[in-house]
């Protein structure tokens, strides 16, 4: 929850047309000042736009706004809980966000977060549309799901068995609520979430594993600047999965923090203080770095027209 009277911040919630004419459920949170960037964040499975409270209250006194959406089938949007037709929906939908904020913060330069399937999301988006994602900053994977996931081998095997004949059959993932973080008090606040699933379809499952093997055989393109963030300890998805990914980015730009004792949510486990201020090092820095480049681009493209 986040205490909108001690850091002020003023918030926003409302809805977009997603991929179907599905309108999908968002929220931004911006400071009283002007606004200097927007951090976008895309969520993981089972959770919703409303878990990022401690990102929140750190950057909106930094003058960022903060913006996420509810994934279909998550938190308030519409739609079978844990399910996709096709992994294209998640692409499109987050497309249609960010033309949102586009249209709502004109002038602010913009960064992408995605946590754990959000990171999957994100790195997919970011590789299909090259041309679109060169106006971000950059790019934060926070926990990303590239490698193992903490979902049995059985519950895998059933959901590729289903997912031609049976997409829409619906298992509860399994995943141990007790590896989301070591505070207790998140673990109790995540037991009573009521918009929070545990659940996934058998094409959801096809589909995530299908397009993680994609971003992976792909990841020599990558061209922005990467941050990735990971717990140590992360039984969710394990940090093996992003270290064999950041090898292969070939782009210069990238950096890879890892803190040995933590679990999957870094934005609230113990030290999230810590991740938090890593990840505003990160953005300061390459808010400037990044604006010049596209200002030099953008010179260089209207002199060759």
Known sequence: MIDHSVCKVSHKEGTFRGVGELELYYQSWYPEAKVKAVLAIVHGIGAHSGRYGNVVEHLIPKEYAVYSFDLRGHGHSPGQRGHINSWAEFREDLQAFLQLIKTQQPESPIFILGHSLGSV?????????PQEASALQGVIALAPALGKVGVSKTRLILGYLLSRVWPRF??????????????????????????????????????????????????????????????????????????????????????????????????????????????????EQHLSSRTELITQRHCEWSKAE
């Not at 999301?121 to 549309?129: C, G």
């Not at 973080?181 to 996934?200: F, I, M, N, P």
């Not at 058998?202 to 990735?228: C, K, S, Y």
């Open 121 to 129: 999301i994100v790195l997919d988006y970011v590789l299909r549309y």
């Open 170 to 283: 619906t298992l509860s993932t399994g995943m141990d609520l007790s590896a989301g973080s070591r505070d207790e008090k998140v673990l109790a606040a995540y037991a009573q979430d009521e918009l929070r699933h545990t659940l996934g379809s058998a094409r959801l499952a096809t589909e995530f594993f299908a397009t993680a093997a994609w971003v992976n055989a792909h990841v020599t393109d990558w061209q922005l600047p990467l941050l990735i963030l990971h717990g140590g300890a992360d039984r969710v998805t394990l940090p093996e999965g992003g270290e064999i990914f950041y090898q292969q980015v070939t782009y210069a730009d990238k950096l890879r923090i890892v803190y040995p004792e933590a679990y999957h949510e870094l934005q609230n486990d113990l030290n999230y203080q810590e991740v938090l201020a890593d990840l505003e090092d990160w953005l």
